[in-house]
């Protein structure tokens, strides 16, 4: 069974950064898609950032416009884990925030929520102003 377990949310102020975790476990995604998307009350779950394999243990990491140069995403094949570093959070990136793994390697940029087959259960992110 498939697990993809969050960790590292929590209550920052507005300019702080946080880190979140992400461990799968029941399969290796080494070279399949992990990424991250969140969550806003009353809104659609939207597309964060996403890694795309190349070759060995080296990814491309893409992004939502929104957190260009403000997030990094990265992963550890070892750990069969993906993180994602927020620097510079803004009131507007509260949310919960979703790890997501799928099974085809061949989407270039996944970045619909169809696009992936695992989802972990969220961890809350709150950024203060």
């Known amino acids: 069974q498939v697990q993809l377990v969050e960790s590292g949310g929590g209550l920052v102020q507005a300019g702080g950064s946080l880190r979140l975790s992400c461990a799968a476990s029941?399969?290796?995604?080494?070279?399949?898609?992990m990424g991250w998307f969140r969550q806003a009350p009353g809104k659609e779950r939207e597309f964060v950032a996403g890694?795309?394999?190349?070759?060995?243990?080296?990814?491309?990491?893409y992004y939502a416009d929104s957190v260009k140069g403000r997030f990094t995403i990265s992963r550890d094949n070892a750990k069969n884990s993906v993180y994602l570093q927020m620097n510079s959070l803004k009131p507007e990136d509260t949310a919960v925030y979703y790890c997501?793994?799928?099974?085809?390697?061949?989407?270039?940029?996944?970045?619909?929520?169809?696009?992936?087959?695992?989802w972990g259960q969220g961890t809350q992110v709150t950024v203060s102003s």
């Open positions: 890694t795309r394999w190349i070759a060995g243990n080296s990814y491309s990491g």
């Open positions: 997501a793994a799928g099974r085809d390697r061949g989407t270039s940029q996944a970045v619909a929520v169809a696009n992936y087959d695992y």
């Open positions: 029941g399969r290796t995604f080494n070279s399949y898609p």
